[in-house]
């Protein structure tokens, strides 16, 4: 990447990810087993565990928790349940993002997408199941503070739905016209700021200085989407390539193209790197931002999409 990316360092990465991911699956497992208890609809029960297992990179959950360490993780429990809520609603979006009204994709992390599985009625359930139970895992953890709860509610309901929520990110796919900005930070955007805030609210710290470290990360993801979906291998990615432009979706490498999509990428990734707060915890996030970063575009993917620009 560019000289800004450079200034990041990676400081801490390595170290934190995979104890992370490890109590983000545990905290995703309690949830669906839950959801799973005797006297579910066995069709569903099943639909909803291939919607959230395997599961891709976590780098929501992920990123919460990374949060709520630089903000102390006073309440563990509690943090666990706001990384496995924001993970339960972005399975829930895929699952209603793949449907045949939607992109009608028939691959989904490598594996058949929920509808092709299951059947298009049980996805449809099976995605708003797991809405549901997002709020139902938040609630659940916050019983040592339940007077942390509210205001995590209130973030994860209005990342959620109307009228800047993925709900509407999603509802904008329907319109005639869409600004690109509107889209990107709604649909991707927005769940997250959602990482961020509700990081530091179950740590029991503000929300409001994490909140700009979250949007550009979601923009910045949202962009290296759609410039994978343009430049990237179908294999590679584990779904379907060219989506956008069979679909007609706003992209960044149309709006942009390719080399401006690039450095559009460039630009978030400092942006939300400069946009971490100072600290004992700024380090190894913007380590755990460095990492995905080189995830999103690896090199071999960042000079096909050079070569497309020229």
């Known amino acids: ?11 801490g990465a390595a170290e934190t990810i995979d104890p992370a991911r490890q109590r983000v699956e545990r905290a995703l497992q309690r949830a669906v087993d839950g959801a799973q ?65 939607f992109d009608d994709a028939a691959l989904r992390r490598g594996q058949p997408t929920v509808h092709v599985a299951y059947g298009e009625r049980a996805a449809v359930l099976a995605g708003d199941a797991l809405v549901v139970l997002a709020f139902e895992a938040l609630a659940r953890g916050a019983q040592r ?27 904008w796919e329907c319109e005639d016209y869409v600004a690109l900005p509107d889209y990107q930070r709604a649909k991707t955007g927005s769940l ?25 990360l979601g923009e910045a993801y949202q962009v290296a989407d759609d410039i994978r979906d343009v430049a990237a291998d179908e294999a590679w990615l584990g779904k379907p390539t060219g989506r956008d432009i069979k679909l007609g979706r706003p992209n960044a490498v149309t709006e942009f193209g390719a080399a401006g999509a690039l450095a559009r990428f460039e630009q978030l990734v400092a942006d939300a790197a400069h946009a971490v707060p100072d600290g004992p915890g700024a380090a190894p996030l913007r380590g755990l931002l460095m990492a995905e970063a080189e995830r999103l575009l690896p090199g071999p993917l960042r000079a096909r999409t050079a070569r497309m620009a020229a």
């Open 1 to 11: 990447m560019t000289a800004a990316r450079a200034e990041v360092p990676r400081t």
């Open 37 to 101: 208890a005797r006297g579910a609809p066995p069709r569903l029960a099943a639909a909803l565990r291939h919607a959230v297992f395997p599961g891709g990179a976590r780098i929501r959950p992920l990123l919460c928790l990374a949060v709520a360490g630089a903000c102390g993780d006073r309440d563990p429990d509690l943090t666990d349940a706001a990384a496995a809520a924001i993970e339960l609603l972005h399975c829930g979006s895929l699952v209603h993002d793949d449907l045949p009204c």
């Open 145 to 171: 503070n339940p007077a942390r709860l509210p205001a995590l509610l209130q973030v994860l309901a209005s990342r959620t739905g109307m009228p800047l929520g993925i709900i509407a990110g999603q509802a």
């Open 192 to 216: 997250f700021a959602a990482a961020t805030e509700m990081g530091a609210l179950a740590a029991g710290a503000a929300p409001g200085p994490w909140r700009a470290f979250g949007e550009h």
